[in-house]
């Protein structure tokens, strides 16, 4: 969420690093490797997600506040569900 400061607006990222276990750190690289090739920011958290990371560690990764990953994610869940209806009127 964008709040003003002094006129300015900050964007408000997810909560501040807090130590992180090996099998953390080895997690979130492995996240990263699977999105690397993916340009849109949506499209990665929406990946990340739906391999099984939380809200809070695919914000951290990506660099996204908390709101705007659960928004891209919704997003990403109507594409995917809009490609999959498109598919079967292929048929």
Known sequence: MAKQQGGKHVKKL???AAPVSSEEK????LG???????DSRGDQATLLRSIGFDV???ASMLGMSENHVKVATHHGRKKQKKKGRSA???K
């Open 56 to 58: 809070a560690d695919v």
């Open 88 to 90: 079967l009127k292929k």
């Open 32 to 38: 990263i490797i699977v999105v690397k090739e993916i």
């Open 26 to 29: 080895i997690a979130r690289l």
């Open 14 to 16: 997810a909560h501040p």
